[in-house]
């Protein structure tokens, strides 16, 4: 039974148990509303609880824990062609055989023999999860009729259930966060098992590919993301370049200069620039933007590659400055009117106004939103996949092609991979990297933002 | 009395107009710097703007021929002798009949100078490899018209379709060119006979994607993308909505909501691919979920559009005035009642709103999703949110990636169509916002 037909199936269950749970309650009442504890409903609803809570509970236990106990299963006993160390990869070939009827290599007898057992394993493990989940289930339909009488306290029950349920959902949050760390940690521990710390932090060669067999010759691979950091930077850097000026004019223009009409319209025009996908950027600066800049470049004696730095951080530049611009107007707009009115009564233009009072005034807020923008900008991936080019270059020249942190994330990880390489594991080691940094970043801009905003209130 | 008076004497005439001078000077210069520093204002956003339009003016510009394609119409003599020899009419002897042939004949009859396997080879390359299904579809739609000799128009392969719209450059030397002189000239006797037309490209919104990009549709990264969002809406909104009544009504002011406070605002802020490592990581090798899958896709854009939704949320529950949940405590409903009977109900259209902003963002989203496979070449239309699938801006991705000229124009016609949705869904959330707009 596929698992949503077994969810639906408890789902139903539980709506019966509510007018299970309703009509009990008037019964067990002599028909009447009077005289219950809590409306008929909330004794429904306790049912439907006792009945789908557990069933539901012991159904994903089960899905969470059913392929790795399989699996156990399976690697306990493995046909006596198989070595120890190749184990991984053939569970993988098993599992694909069974999916699909076919792998990549050959077929060999060991390989249907335990696909076939695998199968099996699985068909049995679907049928007593349905029978398990559904007993469950009706148990406790049964236990939940059980208890209804006039004076159980139906409704505090409910709502006691509800009022964890409430919990529960704002925890995720915290769980999401606590999930990223663990996997970032745990795969990176396991590739600081093969390259040290120092090298990866400080090495100055990124060259991930390696060896597929032992005898093959210059490919051993070396991991020194220093070169990824530098590219990192450098489009970070020329992306700032591009995007606080104008993210700043524009602000200051939007809430300094611009009168209501003209706000009206141009404010929707920059945030239409933050909801374009990041894809589209990507093809724009891959397929325009790059194509321009290599020309206009050549034309002035400059030798620049098909995938340019530049062309890549002007992109970003731009795809960042509703961010700035939005950020910083609303800090720009929480200066307080009897500033401005004070500097104007001193004889001072707008220009200087802006310039000596509202900018000094809104600076920490600014500088919180550039922050955010840095993290936006060394965490962006599809502009630098597509336009940034994959060579670890070590340099500073905005002309020649370099990549990032996470261009490697997105190109070592795409495709079939095995999970004992180094060269897989590097990204989630790259990923800790970039989460961290984005992070701190992220967690000071937010400070300084959030304390610059109470300051006038 | 004339002390003061001598102190405060007026400057001679000279001195005063000197300063005067300077005055006007600097005040000059002052207004001078005003008006440069509104032009830089103006400059920026100007700048902007350009960038904006030059965008989306390349894409549509690019794009829009996408949505036309070229066919050619051939006298195909459906030979009985080559479809169904027996004349048994089953449908499996007819789909598996050499239609390649029928083709190869009628172009032979158009062109008999034609002669030997490599020109004639040259010549048929003019039609899409899919040319033969097209004939199949014919004959099994229309059984009766076996013998006969029929009108069937057919795609042109793809640079074909490019020559024709003029991405090709006749001028450059043969060698250089996709198209060599022998396939030119049988294409422009066929446009001189009229064979050649235009025709809307159905194919790009009905099918899925395929590496001729003559026949590469969307239709299958639409369907992906539809699966994957309601992944995303239906754990995203009830989970972002419980979270908001929680923090907003409920929760104590203490450490730990503090911290999913701040949890919450960072997780926002946390970069794309970090999700596709977590969704890699705990979705497909902790819990062995299958690869390229909606259900997965949407499980992780569903956390990714968590925070945005649980932030439009509170916003939503914090604007209904307390004075409501007074009279309903009052009325003697119990908090969770208050909150389910009268605040729920009074701030849904402001969480809406959240939602399908939430839900536009999860929709443009391509980085995490390469990480949990969905890149893979799809050409089957999705069925269920297991299945293999793509989603739009990943479809997006690879048809960028493709070296194929003719898939510059799919990728553009991609966007738009990309584009189109987000517009949609933004608008509904403005008129959504619009409609129940209300001041307390």
């Known amino acids: 039974m596929p698992s949503y037909i077994l969810i639906a199936t408890i789902l139903v269950l539980s709506v019966i148990g509510y007018y299970m749970g309703r009509s009990t309650a008037l019964a067990r009442n002599g028909g009447k509303v009077k005289g219950l504890h809590s409306l008929p409903g909330y004794y429904g609803y306790y049912m439907a609880l006792w009945c789908a809570v557990p069933a539901l509970l012991v159904a994903a236990l089960w899905l969470i824990f059913e392929n790795s106990i399989i699996d156990g299963l399976i690697l306990a006993d493995l046909p006596a062609g198989v070595p120890a160390d190749r184990a991984s990869l053939f569970m993988t070939d098993v599992r694909n055989f069974s999916q699909n009827g076919a792998i990549a290599g050959e077929v060999t007898d060991a390989l249907r023999e335990v696909s076939a057992r695998y199968v099996a394993l699985h068909d049995y493990s679907g049928i007593a999860l349905a029978i398990g989940a559904l007993a469950v289930g009706v148990l406790g339909l049964a236990f939940g009729q059980a208890r209804i009488r006039a004076s159980l306290r139906a409704r505090p029950k409910v709502e006691r259930a509800m009022m964890i349920a409430l919990m529960a959902a704002s925890t995720i949050a915290v769980l999401t966060t606590v999930g990223i760390i663990m996997s970032l940690l745990f795969e990176s521990a396991m590739f600081f098992e093969k390259v040290s710390v120092t090298e990866f932090l400080f090495g100055l060669q990124w060259s991930p590919q390696t060896a597929m067999r032992a005898d093959q010759v210059g490919s051993t691979g070396s991991f020194g993301a220093v070169p990824l950091f530098a590219g990192t930077l450098l489009i970070t850097v020329i992306a700032m370049v591009v995007a606080v000026p104008i993210g700043l004019m524009a602000a200051i223009y939007m809430s300094e200069y611009a009168n209501r009409k003209v706000r009206a319209v141009l404010k929707p025009v920059l945030e239409v620039l933050a909801g374009i996908p990041t894809v589209v950027y990507g093809f724009f600066a891959a397929l325009t933007v790059a194509p321009f800049v290599r020309m206009v470049g050549q034309s002035i004696g400059l030798d620049v590659a098909s995938e340019s730095a530049l062309a890549a951080g002007i992109v970003m530049g731009i795809m960042i400055v509703p961010f700035v611009s939005s950020l910083s107007d609303d800090v720009m707009t929480a200066v307080p009117q009897a500033m401005r009115d004070g500097s104007y009564g001193l004889g001072a233009t707008k220009s200087e106004t802006i310039k000596r009072v509202i900018l000094p005034a809104a600076l920490p807020g600014v500088v919180g939103a550039v922050m955010l923008a840095i993290s936006r900008a060394i965490g962006e991936t599809m502009i630098v996949v597509m336009a940034a080019g994959l060579s670890a270059n070590l340099t500073a020249n905005p002309f020649e092609a370099v990549t990032t942190v996470t261009v490697q994330i997105a190109t070592l990880l795409v495709g079939d991979q095995e999970f004992d390489s180094p060269k897989t594991l590097a990204t989630f080691a790259l990923g800790l990297v970039l989460f961290i940094v984005t992070l701190c970043l992220n967690i000071v801009a937010l400070r300084i933002v959030r304390k610059y905003r109470e300051q006038y209130e | ?440």
């Open chain 2, 1 to 440: 009395m004339t002390d003061v008076a001598n102190k405060y004497t007026v400057e001679p005439f000279s001195a005063s107009v000197e300063k005067r001078e300077r005055f006007n000077r600097l005040l000059k210069k002052r207004y001078a710097a005003e008006a440069r520093f509104k032009m830089w204002g103006i400059a920026a956003i100007s700048v902007a703007v350009v960038f904006l339009v030059l965008l989306l003016g390349s894409i549509i510009m690019q794009g829009s021929s996408a949505f036309v394609t070229t066919r050619v119409t051939l006298d195909v003599h459906l030979d009985p002798a080559v479809i169904d020899p027996q004349g048994t009419k089953d449908p499996k002897v007819l789909a598996a009949a050499d239609y390649n042939a029928l083709l190869r004949k009628s172009m032979q009859t158009l062109f008999p100078e034609v002669e030997g396997r490599g020109p004639t080879r040259a010549m048929m390359s003019i039609l899409s490899s899919s040319a033969p299904y097209a004939v199949a579809d014919f004959v099994r739609e229309n059984p009766d018209q076996i013998g006969q000799t029929v009108k069937i128009s057919v795609l042109t392969d793809d640079i074909i379709d490019m020559l024709r719209k003029g991405y090709i450059d006749r001028n450059v030397p043969e060698s250089d060119r996709k198209v060599d002189d022998f396939q030119l000239g049988i294409y422009d006797k066929l446009v001189s006979t009229g064979a050649i037309a235009a025709a809307l490209n159905t194919d790009l919104l009905t099918t899925g994607d395929s590496r001729e990009p003559e026949n590469a549709g969307l239709w299958g990264a639409v369907v992906g993308s539809f699966l994957t969002l309601i992944v995303t809406i239906g754990i995203s909104f009830p989970l972002g909505v419980m979270a908001a009544i929680y923090l907003e009504e409920f929760a104590p002011k203490n450490r730990w909501t503090d911290m999913i406070e701040v949890n919450i605002n960072n997780l926002a802020a946390v970069p794309s691919i970090v999700f596709g490592l977590l969704g890699l990581a705990v979705f497909l090798n902790f819990f062995g979920m299958p690869r390229s899958a909606p259900l997965v896709g949407g499980l992780v854009l569903a956390l990714q559009a968590l925070p945005i939704i649980i932030i439009a949320s509170r916003a939503a529950i914090k604007a209904v005035p307390p004075s409501i949940r007074e009279a309903a405590l009052g009325m003697g409903a119990s908090p969770l009642q208050t909150v389910v009977h009268h605040t729920l109900p009074l701030s849904m259209p402001g969480m809406l709103t959240g939602a399908i902003l939430g839900m536009a963002h999860a929709l443009g989203e391509t980085a995490p999703l390469l990480m949990i496979g969905m890149v893979a070449f799809i050409v089957d239309i999705p069925s269920g949110f297991t299945s293999p699938a793509t989603v739009l801006p990943v479809q997006i991705y690879l048809w960028a990636d493709s070296p194929e000229r003719a898939f510059v124009e799919k990728t553009s016609a991609a966007i738009m169509v990309l584009l189109v949705f987000l517009v949609f869904m933004n608008a509904a959330a403005i008129y959504l916002r619009k409609k129940f707009e209300r001041k307390w």
